[in-house]
Nanobody
Framework: EVQLVESGGGLVQPGGSLRLSCAASGFTFSSYAMSWVRQAPGKGLEWVSAINSGGGSTYYADSVKGRFTISRDNAKSTLYLQLNSLKTEDTAMYYC?????????????????????????WGQGTQVTVSS
């Protein structure tokens, strides 16, 4: 029932910017925290950012803090991730996910209550490639 569709990825040079979007349907978007997770080629899942249901509290991985900004528009049921000052190591598939993810191992991500995130609550991903 949950449907999340990411868009906005692409190829950019180091130092460039992208804005990712995630269109949500099938649930009451404004009632849930949302998260972004990424997976680089040949690497495990990495938690990127999370935002509470109202949008007033945001959380970032140390690797992206100060460069990425998570936001949401509850009236449009859309989640965003602004990526600035991009580095080659930001190259990855970026997924949006329903719920407050705060940690990922290689193969699984976990919500703030330590429960594994259900992949059924994730989108299909959008590819970000940072290359000169």
């Amino acid at each position: 029932e949950v449907q999340l569709v990411e868009s906005g990825g692409g190829l950019v040079q180091p130092g460039g910017s992208l804005r990712l979007s995630c269109a949500a349907s099938g649930f009451t978007f404004s009632s849930y925290a949302m998260s972004w997770v990424r997976q680089a080629p040949g690497k495990g899942l990495e938690w990127v950012s999370a935002i509470n249901s109202g949008g007033g509290s945001t959380y970032y991985a140390d690797s992206v803090k100060g460069r990425f900004t998570i936001s949401r528009d509850n009236a449009k049921s859309t989640l965003y991730l602004q990526l600035n000052s991009l580095k080659t190591e930001d190259t990855a598939m970026y997924y949006c996910a329903k719920g407050s993810i705060r940690y990922c191992s290689s193969d699984y991500c976990y919500t703030e209550d330590s429960s594994p995130s259900d992949f059924g609550d994730w989108g299909q991903g959008t590819q970000v490639t940072v290359s000169s």
